[in-house]
């Protein structure tokens, strides 16, 4: 199992300010990552696949990079609705999937 | 519009089965994609349950699969979870979602989740 770690797992940034969150695979897992916003009573929304392609509808203010074992997902400008939970999802290991435990972005 | 629907009990008692149905509207089961369960223990982040195909392949998350099965009832357009023997770390929000293929398995749409509780 490629088991996926988070960090950190409270992230505290003032709005308008850029956020960086990061996601470390035990083993590589080429560029077949995936994140995913959730806020407070919702479901997960998928943000970024293929460790930096923007899903539809998702603004440029999000981004992704890296590959192998280390990922980050940048947010360049905080706005209010960005204050949530991040969980990053391998699906190199197909059909075993598997999630980060999730960094929370919280307002400073 | 793509949209996934989850219903079921509750509350289930320790030891019996869990049993969730995923009602899909705006999307046939036979045209494609993977369909599947995610689960979310309160506080805490997402485990894959399972997922089938739309030719019947079905997987398993191995630390589950002595317990679960995944079933489909492609006349309605719905497929079902069953989880056996629970315990009360079972207790998550269960979410039914459509997945992409192998080569881009993540998750488009979601349920909105049911909380489902193991307790006596």
């Known amino acids: 199992e490629i088991v996926m770690t988070q960090s950190p797992a409270t992230l505290s940034v003032s709005p308008g300010e850029r956020a960086t969150l990061s996601c470390r695979a035990s083993?590589?897992?080429?560029?077949?990552l995936a994140w995913y916003q959730q806020r407070p009573g919702q479901a997960p929304r998928l943000l970024i696949y293929?460790?930096?392609t923007r899903a539809t509808g998702i603004p440029a203010r999000f981004s992704g990079s890296g590959s192998g074992t280390d990922f980050t997902l940048t947010i360049s400008s905080l706005q209010s609705e960005d204050f949530a939970v991040y969980y990053c999802?391998?699906?190199?290991?197909?059909?075993?999937?598997?999630f980060g435990g999730g960094t929370k972005v919280e307002i400073k | 519009q793509v949209q996934l629907q989850e219903s079921g009990p509750g509350l289930v008692k320790p030891s019996e089965t869990l049993s969730l149905t995923c009602a899909v509207s705006g999307y046939s089961i036979n045209s494609g994609y993977f369909w599947g369960w995610i689960r979310q223990p309160p506080g805490r982040g997402l485990e894959w349950i399972g997922n089938f195909d739309h030719i019947g392949n079905t997987y398993y998350n191995p630390s589950l699969k002595s317990r679960v099965t995944i079933s489909v009832d492609t006349s309605k357009n719905k497929f079902s979870l069953k989880l056996s023997s629970v315990t009360a770390t079972d207790t998550a929000v269960y979410y039914c979602a459509r997945l992409g293929p192998r080569w881009e398995a993540v998750v488009d749409y979601w349920g909105q989740g049911t909380l489902v509780t193991v307790s006596s």
């Open positions: 999802q391998q699906y190199n290991d197909w059909p075993s999937l598997s």
């Open positions: 083993q590589s897992v080429s560029s077949n």
């Open positions: 293929g460790a930096s």
